[in-house]
């Protein structure tokens, strides 16, 4: 307690004595970002030219990645979709094991993670960038992201550490030391691990941080009628202050009533948007078409349609991690004794964010712009797909702002973790504190710079960790592809059953 | 079907009155009383990820409570009262998880008590016990 509050003194401190200064600080920081921010996107980013387009290598990487898993494993994200459907319903769970963490709950809480403001704002900034027709790629994307995510989930799980005081750690830093290790690749698993454990944290910084506290600060600054401008340290430092109050300060309460409140919120988005483009609906043709020729001939984009393609994969990526190995962190707490159960839970994370979600906003704001090309006044992000609302419900920007806010949050509150997680394994769990005062720092520094350097930082971190988090996989991909195999084979046997309600083994399905 | 009861208790004065009237009548029929706490738990509900990391010592700590502070002492008593005495801690839905425990262990009838529930809820999707009474494949008995 006694640090929390020389802390709080300290921030006081702080804030009194920069307010003088206040309407400078925006661009101070600003102007000290932006330089860092394009360096590490050339870093990161390094781009082939190829027909004109520019194509940054990690999104090669990413694409390759995703498709080679697709064929590895046989079509697992169309194949194994039945069941993880069943998994999920709990069909295959053990009553002996109720209380403990169900298939269900690793999925709402790894979705809670992945679904932010990226699924509102980002599809924004990718049609604005790459046209009607990065919109396809984005599912593409997806769809074969789908088998990555299936990868890494089953050796998130299968690699996971049980903790002495009964809690469990688990993620690609685990499968990647004990993964490799197993395959007497001691020294380069051990290098991975830390490699991704330093990258997870930075990553958390941005993907998980700032680019959520910066959109949902715009948001509310929209809504506010601009009231807000040159104010966003104050926004900044109010979000800061609740993070703390949870992840510092202990205080789950604020967290849970999030996570309760963020389901809801995700249906009650896709509602509205749902009404919205059957309110469109004379434009849904048109819409749908420039999508489909967009993808193929995208006029007035740099780079054509392999620009959209680009654009495409970048924001799928970015919106549901797959490849970056994020939500095996979070799927590790599962109860199960078949790794790759998980695996096929989690097949369902870029079903529900990209192919879902990602696609019910595109669709918005592709109705919106057939109908009126300046619906947004040039806006981008959160505030275009906002004025897409807008033009059918005027009153719809409060309660989207709302919602984004609290997508914004319990992203963060899950990105805390993630992040945390690589900090305890580089340093021990002694120094959790500190990780957690530098994180809530980057809350309030996400409101204070604009978009464009935001996103330049977090793409290229959370990018740059997804190299050896893919290669660890291509080392693992066979281990799981032999668990999932021995897996099929004992449903199809009937060794593995479900149980149905009455806890009594029903009969095997046939498969 | 096995000569014996399962007993569903609480902390609350109704399953102690249940208790009660079970003992009684397994002592007229010499059978074995299986006192069972279940703990409420839903695989639906939504966490952060920390809780869900700390889910398997939480869940331990549940049932080492429900087990020391519910069922050892009235397992005691009935034991005192020349009876065969099983105790059985579940998460789950109350009457849902009830049901199925009492299929599992194969037993003559259940006997609950009549929770004093008369909220809002109650009244909407009515009580743990008459949801008990509507579910179960084996007769109930609901002590008042």
């Known amino acids: ?46 781009k082939i030219p190829l027909f004109g387009a520019q194509l940054p290598l990690v999104v090669l ?15 697992v994200n169309l194949r194994g979709f039945k069941h993880a459907i069943e998994l999920v319903r709990g069909d295959y769970a053990n009553p002996k094991d109720s209380g403990e963490v169900s298939h269900f709950q690793a999925l709402a809480t790894a979705v809670s993670g992945t679904v932010g403001i990226g699924n509102i704002g980002g599809v924004a900034v990718a049609v604005t960038v790459g046209g009607a027709g990065a919109t396809f790629w ?28 009964g809690s469990v750690s688990g993620g690609p830093m685990y499968y990647m030391r004990n993964g490799l290790a197993a395959q007497g690749r001691e020294g380069l698993g051990k290098f991975m691990g830390t490699f991704y ?105 740099t780079g054509g349609a392999l620009g959209a393609l680009i654009i495409g994969f970048q924001r799928a990526v970015f919106s549901n991690e797959a490849g970056i190995g994020s939500a095996s962190i979070a ?87 993630y992040g945390l997680k690589g900090w305890t394994y580089l340093f021990g769990e002694g120094s959790q504190t500190l990780y957690k005062v ?18 330049d930082i977090s793409d290229a971190l959370v990018f740059l960790i997804c190299v050896p988090n893919i290669l660890a996989l291509y080392f693992l991909a066979p281990v799981v592809k032999r668990e999932m195999n021995d897996y099929l084979a004992r449903i199809k046997s009937g060794e593995i059953r479900k149980h149905n309600q009455s806890g009594s083994d029903s009969m095997a399905e046939e498969t | 079907m096995n000569n014996s009861y399962l007993v569903a208790v609480d902390n609350s004065d109704g399953s102690k009155r ?22 409420d738990w839903s695989p639906y509900s939504f966490h952060t990820p920390d809780e869900l990391a700390e889910r398997t010592k ?38 849902e998880t009830l049901a199925q425990l009492a299929e599992q262990h194969n037993v003559a009838q259940i006997i609950a008590g009549r929770s004093g529930e008369t909220n809002l809820k109650t009244l909407m999707f009515g009580s743990t016990s008459s949801k008990l009474v509507q579910i179960s494949s084996v007769p109930v008995l609901i002590v008042p």
């Open chain 1, 138 to 165: 984005m599912i593409l994307a997806g769809f074969l992201g789908m088998s990555t995510k299936f990868v890494e989930c089953a050796l998130g799980v299968k690699y996971r550490q049980e903790n002495p005081d």
């Open chain 1, 197 to 301: 454990a330093v990258g997870i944290f930075i990553g958390a910084l941005g993907i998980g941080n700032m680019f959520q506290s910066n959109q949902a600060y715009v948001q509310l600054n929209t809504v506010a009628g601009g009231a807000l401008d040159g104010l966003g340290w104050l926004v900044g430092l109010a979000l800061a202050g609740l993070v703390f109050l949870v992840i510092v300060g202990g205080i789950k309460s604020i967290a849970s009533v999030t996570e309760k409140i963020v389901p809801f919120m995700a249906v009650l988005y896709c509602t509205f948007a749902i009404i919205v483009i059957l309110l469109n609906a004379s434009y849904i043709p048109e819409a749908i078409s420039n999508i489909f020729v967009g993808a193929f001939s995208a006029e007035g984009v």
């Open chain 1, 438 to 455: 530098i994180f809530c720092a980057f809350v309030a520094l996400g409101c204070m710079v604009q978009l464009g350097p935001i996103l």
């Open chain 1, 61 to 75: 990487w990413l694409v390759v990645g995703a498709v080679f898993f697709t064929l590895y494993m046989g079509f």
């Open chain 1, 331 to 417: 799927h590790s707490a599962v109860k199960t004794n078949e790794p790759v159960t998980e695996g096929y839970v989690s097949l369902l994370e870029p079903f529900i964010d990209t192919i879902v979600i990602c696609t019910i906003t595109a669709l918005v704001i592709g109705t919106s712009q057939v109908a009126d090309p300046n619906f947004a006044g040039g806006a981008t992000g959160v505030a275009m797909t906002s004025a897409a609302f807008e033009r059918q419900f005027s009153w719809f920007p409060l309660p989207l702002a709302i919602a984004a806010l609290l997508f914004a949050f319990s992203t963060m509150i899950s990105w805390s973790y």
């Open chain 1, 1 to 46: 307690m006694k640090t929390i509050a020389s802390m709080l003194a300290m921030l006081g401190a702080w804030l009194s004595s920069s307010s003088a200064h206040a309407a400078g600080i925006d661009e101070t920081i600003n102007e000290l970002t932006a330089p860092i921010a394009s360096f590490i996107g050339q870093v990161v980013f390094f």
């Open chain 2, 58 to 95: 939480r869940r331990e700590e549940e049932i080492i409570r429900a087990r020391d502070i519910v069922l050892v002492p009235l397992a005691e008593e009935v034991r005192q009262a020349g009876l065969e005495v099983e105790i059985e801690i579940q998460h789950g839905r109350g009457a």
């Open chain 2, 18 to 39: 249940a208790l009660q009237h079970a003992v009684e009548r397994a002592k007229a029929s010499s059978a074995k009383l299986i006192l069972t706490h279940v703990i």
